[in-house]
């Protein structure tokens, strides 16, 4: 049964006035991706990384939000509690620009970067710490002695 109701005519989250998906360009991810890198520049006690997420993700969410009330809710949004592993914050914003794009709901949103910041830090923090660098200090001190 085909549906006679236009995409752009579904309302997916009220909170937004502007409803048109919005696809990213590789020159945005691209800038998502080197910005990811400063992650942890401004780190605190209350929120953790939050302020360098919201600095990855605002090339996208400028993209996406044309209308400057849509664009404040939303990096107000993600200015929230934000804290996984820096190596693969990556796959988390690249999942929550793809939902912000398509404009989904807030709730969604929020529920998706927290499910996934736990279990990528849990995963980071055991792959790069406690297995690669082990192996790379042994490398590093076996190439040391042997001169």
Do not use: C
Not at 44 to 64: D, F, T, V
Not at 115 to 121: F, N
């Amino acid at each position: 049964m085909e549906s006679n109701v236009n995409r752009e005519e579904l309302v997916v989250n009220p909170e937004y006035k502007d409803q048109r998906p919005v696809e990213l360009d590789r020159k945005t991810l691209t800038k998502m991706a080197w910005r990811s890198l400063l992650l942890q520049a401004s780190f605190n006690y209350e929120r953790m990384q939050a302020a360098g997420w919201l600095y990855g993700m605002s090339p996208a969410l400028e993209k996406i939000h044309k209308e400057k009330e849509d664009l404040s809710k939303s990096m107000k949004m993600h200015m929230e509690f934000f804290n996984t592993h820096p190596f693969l914050v990556t796959f988390v914003m690249g999942i929550v620009a793809a939902m912000e794009g398509n404009k989904n709901d807030t709730d969604t949103i929020r529920g998706i970067k927290v499910a996934t910041m736990g279990p990528l830090g849990g995963i980071g923090d055991a792959l790069f710490w406690l297995t690669l660098l082990p192996i790379a200090a042994g490398i590093g001190a076996s190439l040391a002695i042997d001169g």
